[in-house]
């Protein structure tokens, strides 16, 4: 046993808006004119039923575990108690795919927003085309100064940066309400019912309906990463180890909820004709506000509010991706740099700026890149959340006697069904499926190959440097006050 090196720092209120603010980031002021046209309003709302479940499933493996195991790191713990030094390091290294893919998907899609409001005016310096895509130098360089930004505030401290995190949650849930409370008043029931499911002029109408569900249902993962976040920081929150699980669940929820009242809010104001201009034109959220309202203006409320979004996800993987470098980096597994803290501020700062570094260069690739990353943070995830649950079930065998301050009921039950539906949706992206866009298309599998071959490098290299001490794990003493 050994002493946590971190300050306890954040509370009820930090961890709630760190979970709650990565998920609903700024997928939904981009991408729910997408869900919308490729599964229908039902479909949609199907769709994000069947993966929302499926994270619930897996965050009660989580709230388990990491109530018992509060220690940085988050799913490097686990799986390591489940399966080894080996096991483990597929586990986190595939997590960590997922936060630095999604923070330096948010460093590139942050100048798209700024496009949206200062128009073709934005797009000054043309550098390089990647693909078709020209890549503009103000475009770079909007990605590139919010970077250092994003990285020296985490540097500072993960207060600091909750602090940050709740400001932007609240702006981002103020307008997201508005958007609701207006589209209640000014929608029409018809918009729903004539585009209940995507429905295609040649071939089966089923096969397109349950393809558009099934394509849906492949992009959630993405949108629900952030509450494995806390077990991530779970050496710096300070509330008892109990309460940490109920707050786990409880963000999941609101994030579920979130998004189903956004899907509902969108078709219900917006014909679906004009949201088919939209998706061609602009971004289908922002002009649902605008049709909601009646006014161009709160169409750029909405934008400012995802402008917050893309900051809250990007903030929140930061914190993600540098604790879980932390923590392989500690057992031996990457080099021992990226599990030093900052003599002041007690954070991760080498692991911090290799994540910043990822994002500063993001924007160098342009919008095309960012469907790609999205994928494969997607996969990465969903390969560690079917990791995790395997350990939830290994370990409730492996050590039943392990002081579980939040025991999931009917744990052998919720184990199983975690396992079943994060494997069905890790094989979606693999197996191509006829009638849904599901499986990553062979760009997203070079970020995934470029991927593994640095995980072998980092394995191969730390296994010869630390011998013996490769995989080493020292639990960290919990505090008698949190129990």
């Not at 709630?16 to 709302?45: E, H, K, R």
């Not at 899609?109 to 895509?133: E, Q, R, S």
């Not at 409730?396 to 025991?407: F, I, T």
């Not at 999931?408 to 994060?422: D, E, M, Q, T, W």
Request: glycine share 10%; aromatic share 12%.
């Amino acid at each position: 046993m050994s002493n946590s090196k971190f300050d306890k720092v954040l509370g009820t209120k930090d961890i709630l808006v760190i979970a709650f603010g990565a998920m609903i980031g700024w997928g939904w002021v981009i991408n729910s004119g997408d869900w919308i046209t490729s599964a229908g309003f039902l479909g949609a709302i199907i769709a994000f039923l069947l993966g929302g479940t499926m994270v619930i499933f897996v965050g009660l493996t989580y709230a388990e575990l990491t109530a018992a195991m509060p220690q940085c790191g988050g799913e490097h713990v686990f799986s390591y108690k489940a399966m080894g030094p080996n096991g483990s390091f597929v586990c986190t290294w595939a997590i960590i795919l997922g936060y630095v893919a999604t923070a330096a998907f948010e460093a590139a899609a942050l100048p798209t927003v700024f496009k949206y409001i200062f128009g073709d005016g934005f797009m000054v310096g043309h550098m390089y085309n990647v693909g078709d895509t020209p890549i503009y130098a103000s475009y770079v360089a909007v990605g590139c100064i919010v970077s250092v930004i994003i990285t020296l505030i985490n540097i500072r401290g993960a207060k600091t940066a909750a602090i940050l995190q709740t400001i932007l949650t609240s702006i981002i849930a103020v307008a997201g309400l508005l958007l609701i409370a207006a589209s209640v008043v000014r929608g029409d029931t018809a918009n729903i019912t004539s585009n209940l499911f995507h429905v295609s002029n040649t071939g089966s109408s089923l096969k397109t309906a349950f393809g558009g569900i099934l394509t849906v249902t492949c992009m959630t993962p993405f949108l629900f990463i952030g509450f494995d976040v806390i077990p991530q920081a779970a050496e710096e929150i300070n509330i008892a180890y109990k309460k940490i699980g109920k707050i786990m669940l409880f963000s999941i929820g609101l994030a579920v909820t979130w998004y189903l009242l956004i899907i509902f809010a969108v078709a219900y104001v917006m014909p679906k004709n004009e949201m088919l201009d939209s998706l061609n034109n602009g971004l289908v959220t922002a002009d649902a506000m605008a049709y909601a309202f009646n006014s161009s203006a709160m169409a750029n409320v909405l934008i400012i509010s995802g402008i917050c979004g893309i900051l809250t996800s990007w903030n929140s993987f930061l914190i993600g991706g540098s604790r879980a470098m932390y923590s392989i980096a500690e057992s031996k597994m990457m080099p021992a740099i990226f599990a030093k803290l900052h003599s002041k501020y007690k954070t991760p700062v080498a692991a911090i700026v290799l994540v910043g570094v990822a994002c500063f260069f993001a924007p160098f690739f342009g919008k095309p890149v960012l469907i790609w990353l999205v994928d494969a943070a997607s996969f990465g995830c969903c390969i560690a959340y079917l990791m995790v649950s395997i350990s939830f079930v290994i370990l409730r065998k492996k050590a039943p006697e392990m002081e579980r301050p939040y025991k999931v009921k009917h744990g052998k039950f919720v184990g199983c069904v975690a396992i079943i539906l994060s494997g069905i949706l890790s094989l979606l992206y693999i197996i191509p499926v006829p009638f849904a866009a599901s499986a990553l298309i062979w760009q997203e599998w070079v970020v995934v190959g470029v991927w593994i071959l640095l995980g072998f490098f980092f394995f191969l290299y730390s296994k010869k440097k630390y011998g013996n001490e490769f995989g080493i794990h020292v639990d960290v003493s919990l505090d008698e006050n949190l129990k």
